[in-house]
């Protein structure tokens, strides 16, 4: 009901106002609870009000209910109220009300932006490619591969299928879109050889000791290591339903009365999990063909009343990512898979 800055210092004051206000009608205050809704800023307002000694939580912003109607009253005023009644509910321990956000450590945020930050990298350096072979694809040149090493020196014998040479403006929006890509192919190979000295120099701390087992498996790579157990495996997660659906591996039923359906994936986790892992899943088929688990998969779409593959990559998805959870966790190896030799 009452609108600050974005100071944390100044609603600092006014929760201990607060606080004294009460006391001084006579109450006693044992406990001061805050919630906000997860956003842009992050978690560095709440870790500031911890390190206070101020109970602090965030909430989900998409696990708060509201009206369906066609069009309802939405003001600050009304969101405040319903965001406390929720809020009240929660903290009486009542199911339903909402969903609060984990809030890690300034560590752990940090160990996230190297995959985060490749990612990007990849997506950029894919974008940069296909523009290059657009722009000399409306010039008629094709099998020309511009991300290759020696591109920019075999640009210039290019010819169009007229026998005339490359344009002098789009010769050198392609040599600028190469110089861009040399960059970021640079920033790439820099993420990657940072994060192998760090695995290096402390191999057996934390997170580490999941990549390194992760990455023993044939057929996982050090990046997709990484990108699990940072996103994740290395979360307090109580039990392997909680990881399928941190990842949003988790089917989404329509039930009402006598209709039912599936409406497919809830796809309310982690995006980049779930990329991930549908991704690792085709690869696992390919190297650990005798593991339990690709034997199940095919077990299941082989014939011609088998499942359709695409739909049951998913499920095996879903079960890869729990044995690998079990096995970072409690050392139990899914059956028949076939690791690396130790570094």
Not at 125 to 154: D, E, H, Q, W, Y
Not at 235 to 246: G, S
Request: aromatic letters at 4%; hydrophobic letters at 45%.
């Amino acid at each position: 009901m009452k609108k600050l800055e974005p100071d944390p210092a100044a609603l600092l004051r006014l929760l201990e106002r607060w606080r004294a206000e009460a006391i001084k009608t006579g109450r006693t205050i044992g406990r001061i609870a805050l919630a906000y809704e997860a956003g842009r800023d992050g978690f560095w307002l709440a870790r500031w009000l911890q390190a206070r000694g101020i109970e602090v939580h965030v909430i989900h912003s998409t696990s708060v209910a509201v009206s369906r109607e066609h069009r309802r009253a939405k003001t600050d005023r009304l969101d405040t109220a319903m965001r406390m009644r929720v809020f009240l509910g929660w903290l009486r321990g009542e199911r339903g009300h909402c969903g609060m956000v984990a809030i890690p450590t300034l560590p752990d945020e940090d160990a996230k932006r190297p995959s985060r930050e490749r990612e990007s990298l990849v997506g950029e350096r894919t974008r940069i490619v296909n523009r290059m072979k657009s722009a000399l694809a409306r010039l008629g040149i094709r099998g020309f591969k511009p991300g290759l090493r020696k591109a920019p020196k075999r640009l210039e014998a290019l010819r169009t299928p007229e026998d005339s040479a490359i344009p002098p403006n789009m010769l050198d929006e392609i040599r600028r879109d190469m110089a861009r890509l040399a960059v970021v192919r640079a920033q790439i190979d820099e993420i990657e050889q940072a994060r192998l000295e760090r695995l290096e120099q402390a191999p057996e701390v934390g997170p580490h000791a999941m990549v390194r087992l992760l990455a023993r498996i044939v057929g996982v790579g050090v990046e997709t290591a990484d990108m699990l157990v940072q996103e994740v495996l290395s979360r307090n997660l109580r039990d392997r339903r909680a990881v399928a659906r941190y990842a949003g591996l988790t089917g989404s039923p329509d039930e009402s009365g006598s209709k039912r359906r599936e409406k497919g994936l809830a796809k309310t986790g982690n995006a980049r999990v779930r990329r991930g892992l549908i991704q690792l899943a085709w690869r696992f088929l390919m190297f650990q063909k005798n593991t339990a688990l690709a034997q199940w998969y095919r077990a299941r779409t082989e014939g011609a009343k088998g499942a359709r593959k695409t739909t049951m990559i998913v499920a095996l998805a879903r079960k890869l990512l729990i044995a690998l959870w079990r096995m970072v966790t409690t050392g139990i190896l899914p059956e028949g898979i076939v690791l690396r030799p130790a570094a």
